[in-house]
């Protein structure tokens, strides 16, 4: 049998699901099963975030591709990573998956993949499991570098109650974006952003991994989206093979990576003024503390989803 495992997020209570092999359950024609869709975040991050549990539909790639994914760098290192040809999960036992979770829960739709690359347009996967979601009564956090969320077979189908949503963004170039990944580009993610507020979902700019020399802050304070959450750029040697920026700056270390020391992070944040809600993640322990008890708007939620 294949086990897994489901957290509770409402009661931090850990349940083991055995999920039986179903008779007659196949992957979508034509794609490989990708049997690791679901999984609870632990470590340093679980213990800072309130949504470990994650969905990821599609697994062993993203078409996306982006050269900067933690992902991509451990699969690839493993010569798992193949973005042209994700594996897909067999909706049956996502569907069985999801009538298992507490109806009080949220969970996450994209962690290691992006649930809303290409081939969700023929698979369909995360459509079904919204579905499903929306059945059970069971939050969702989407976070995606994708437009594809904002069409209108997805604004019909998402619960308002239910549904946040954070589209990610590096930059607002859309040519330097082409440099590094092969998402839409910026200004479709940010139309799909805006139209999503005017829909009265809960939405946030997500600036992930924020990198303050590819940011034009003219331009972003200028984007109507009232909510804005900032995901500070860590390195490591893979990284710095991918972004053209100066690495001087990065000189606090912490867990095998460096970071901006907290007042340059103070610094840049600053330049952000066009939004009604500021929030940050952030997985350096001293600075966590500093945005919890000085800038999130929700100390005990850094995504800052709203309550419905």
Known sequence: MDVGYIFNVSSNNLIIMELKKQKNTQPSPGYSEYKSFYKSVGGNEGEKCNYPTRFDLYGKGCYHDCSYCYAKSLLNFRKLWDAEHPAVSDIDKVLKVIRKIPSDSIVRLGGMTDCFQPIESRCHITYEAIKELNKQGIGYLIVTKSSMVADDKYIRLMDKKLAHIQISITTM????????????????????????????????????????????????????????????????????????????????????????????????????????????????????????????????????????
């Not at 974006?177 to 946030?204: G, H, M, W």
């Not at 970071?259 to 340059?264: C, T």
């Not at 500021?278 to 989803?305: A, F, G, S």
């Open 173 to 308: 170039d859309d040519d330097l974006s082409r440099t590094y990944e092969r998402a839409c580009v910026p200004s479709q993610r940010i139309n799909a952003l805006e139209k999503l507020q005017q829909c009265n979902f809960d939405v946030s700019l997500r600036l992930s991994p924020f990198i303050p020399q590819y940011i034009d802050f003219k331009k972003l304070n200028t984007i109507k989206c009232d909510k804005i959450l900032v995901e500070f750029l860590r390195v490591n040697t893979w990284i710095k093979q991918w972004f053209n920026i100066d690495y001087s700056e990065y000189t606090f270390k912490q867990s095998g990576y460096q970071h901006l020391p907290l007042e340059l992070k103070i610094k840049y944040l600053g330049q952000i003024s066009g939004f009604k809600q500021l929030t940050v993640c952030e997985d350096v322990t001293e600075h966590y503390e500093y945005w919890k008890n000085k800038i999130n708007p929700n100390p005990l939620d850094c995504c800052n989803l709203s309550k419905r």
